[in-house]
């Protein structure tokens, strides 16, 4: 059926009637227009359609390019579509962990890339050189100059290595001294082998010896390696002076230059001190300064180490010993205090002087007299100025 062209109008062409949508005939769908001001896509437009595409919800789809058919489980699949929803995850794992959706309870971990996998230690290639050949050690030689390193302290100078020689209690594992060092000892090499039978001299230059010392040691051309001396208990220092009227014993609180330490000892032999006792945590060890500083002494004094030092005194106090502390700011001098019997002379560390704890444990306070214009003496100074003062007084 056609309409009716209106009267006084111009013909033009006739347009059929729509069926109706019930006889299964829709009008033509027209692509969708841009919005206003802006440009429409290339791909959307009329012109740049590719033949043998089509409108899917909005969206012209372009006809896949022709050529050979791919095969295997892909094969057919259409690579112009998004994933469908549930098949991956929304959000992008962090490296090196996975993600699980919780409506799916499926975890997905991170593919390693490339990159990635040539840092794994089991794909690393192998080193194109040859493994090195570990060439077995030349056994080490005895004697001189070789072997495992030998236990024991070096003692250097000539009255440290007397006195060494002299001790019993001293256990000599090598000695080695020039022919002038030899000469001051014992006179000569055969007098030295009739005095010191059990042990063995070693020749050797003053170059030799000063490369088994510390540096700049003044060695004299002797030099004595030997086991330290055995631990003394304080109790054993008590026994031996429980029958004497006048004893002294020098106390040190935290004296750890090891230098002062040998030069009271080496005060202490010379004016007869029956002990040095020094706390065990804050004194120096058995050394060769220490040794070279007390010039022998250290083998004619005993070191006394104990843990508690105001327990120490406190067995002395026992024995019968007066305990006298000495500090700068005590009220009466040494000589005042007209000390005599059985005195433990408390001397305290450079600088410091003597702490809280041990002042208290103390029977009396005394200071040296001297002069206003030095605040204070070193504390092997001030130990030896007391001890003259006490072998004065006995």
């Known amino acids: 059926m056609t309409k009716r062209k209106h009267p006084g109008r111009s013909s033009g062409p006739v347009r059929p009637e729509y069926l109706s949508s019930s006889e299964g005939h829709r009008p033509p769908r027209s692509p969708a227009r841009p919005a206003a001001g802006k440009r429409p896509e290339a791909h959307k437009t009329a012109d740049n359609r590719a033949e043998g595409g089509k409108w899917v919800d909005g969206r012209y789809l372009k006809a896949a390019a022709p050529g050979p058919k791919a095969k295997g489980p892909g094969a057919g699949k259409r690579t112009d579509r998004r994933p469908e929803p549930g098949h991956y995850p929304k959000a992008r794992p962090e490296a090196g962990k996975s993600s699980a959706r919780p409506e799916t309870g499926k975890y997905f971990p991170r593919p390693e890339s490339a990159k990635s996998s040539k840092a794994r230690p089991e794909n690393r290639r192998e080193p194109s050189h040859e493994p090195l050949v570990e060439h077995p050690r030349a056994p080490e030689k005895a004697g001189k100059g070789g072997g495992k390193p030998a236990r024991g302290n070096w003692l250097y100078g000539l009255h440290a290595v007397k006195a060494a020689l002299d001790n019993p209690r001293r256990k000599v594992l090598r000695l080695l001294a020039t022919d002038e060092a030899i000469a001051a000892i014992a006179g000569n090499r055969s007098s030295v082998k009739e005095m010191y039978p059990q042990i063995a001299v070693e020749p050797a230059t003053r170059e030799l010896i000063s490369q088994l010392l510390p540096p700049h040691a003044v060695h004299q051309g002797a030099a004595l390696l030997a086991d330290p001396l055995g631990d003394v208990a304080l109790e054993d220092v008590l026994d031996e002076v429980d029958d004497q009227q006048n ?131 070193n504390v092997s100074a001030a130990a030896a100025v007391a001890l003259y003062e006490l072998a004065r007084k006995a």
């Open 247 to 377: 004893a002294v014993v020098l106390v040190l609180d935290q004296v750890t230059d090891p230098q002062n330490v040998g030069a009271i000892l080496r005060s202490a032999a010379a004016f007869n001190v029956a002990a040095v006792v020094v706390p065990d945590r804050h004194s120096p060890p058995e050394t060769a300064a220490l040794a070279k500083a007390a010039s022998g002494a250290i083998e004619i004094v005993p070191l006394v180490r104990v843990v508690n030092l105001a327990r120490a005194l406190e067995q002395l106090k026992q024995a019968g010993f007066w305990t006298a502390g000495l500090a700068g700011e005590a009220t009466q001098t040494l000589a005042a205090a007209n000390l005599s019997g059985k005195i433990a002379l408390v001397l305290g560390a450079e600088g410091e002087g003597l702490r809280r704890l041990t002042r208290e444990h103390c029977d009396i306070l005394v200071k040296l007299p001297i002069s206003p214009r030095m605040e204070s003496l």
